[in-house]
């Protein structure tokens, strides 16, 4: 379902497609302006960056939690709270979830980035905490343009805060510390990270547009109904989403327009592990849901939880512990360069896809 389509419909690609609005149906170019708008900000107005590095409460930055704010409050407000225990008694996504996002996640991007990345340990460290963060807030936006559950979505994001939350610290230890030093790859390093910096990340990030979403929904159908909530104020909301996404994007890349463009090399090098590493998770976790026998929707929500990382929070450990200049803190900046237009590819994908599961859930051959 796009961000302003009102309700799920069980249609094929091509009719999902042309029911777009303008909006919607050019958001590639419109993500692809407003990242070089940002980068522009960032490199041709003096002191841009600066001065939004400085608007930030508690190594939250002020601007992009708005952004995150506007972009992923319409979307949950769309969220049916009276189906998600239709969601949480789905074994075999739960499980899967978090097996993908907690075990293979982690590890996958552990061994890219050793891989492609073996003379640069600054920035192999930073691909490291990228995958170590776990997607909890812009996923929201790719699930539902893709026509994603958006109850499981809802499900498996809450459930990604509670393990950042409590694995975090830990899967750092694991991968930055212990892994090196027990397979003689070098000295281990540790990441100083505080868990209720951690938990700050997700109540912003996360937690306040969730909260409004619900008591959104909640309230209105308690005066409107349900019907007349869906129809009239949805509608009103959907646009939002996106608007929220451009503004996130062009503060992100403003923040750090000027180090990405002046070093272009290492963008370079830091690109390719991730490229290789969505492809991996977003293929990988898709034919899973299809092995699984999930439907489409719940198969890429699935997808998408998996490949999207939470790069806000990689952001904020970079530049905490090791400093804003840092090569670690460049690959966490790098994060989202790469994955804005790579997942946004893979929402299109998805759905040319979605023709090969018929609506009772049952996959057929890809």
Known sequence: MTATDPAPAREEAPSVVGKLSTLDRYLAVWILLAMGAGLGLGRLVPGMSGALA??????????IALGLLVMMYP???KV?????????????????????????GPAVMFALAWIFLPDLPAYRT????VGLARCIAMVIIWNDLACGDREAAAVLVALNSVFQVVAFGLLGWLYLDLLPRWLHLGDGQGLDVSVWHIALNVVVFLGIPLLAGFLTRRLGER?????????????????????????????????????????????????LPLLVYFAVMFFGTFLLGKGLGLAYDRTATLAFTAAGNNFELAIAVAVATFGVTSGQALSGVVGPLIEVPVLIGLVHVAL??????????????L
């Open 54 to 63: 400085e608007i930030e409460v508690g190594g939250v930055s002020l601007p």
């Open 352 to 365: 040319a896809w979605r023709r090969r599961f018929p609506a009772d859930g049952v996959a057929t051959g």
């Open 223 to 271: 005066k409107l109904g349900r019907a007349e909530y869906e129809a009239k104020v949805l509608p009103r909301l959907g646009p939002w989403a996106l608007y929220g996404l451009l503004f996130t994007i062009v503060v992100l890349f403003a923040l750090q327009g000027e180090t990405i463009t002046s070093r272009p090399l290492d963008v370079a090098r830091i690109a």
């Open 126 to 129: 930073g691909l490291i905490i």
């Open 80 to 104: 049916r709270y009276d189906r998600l225990d239709r969601v949480t008694g789905d074994k075999r996504l739960m499980v899967s979830s978090l097996v993908v996002n907690w075990l293979v």
């Open 75 to 77: 979307v949950l407000a």
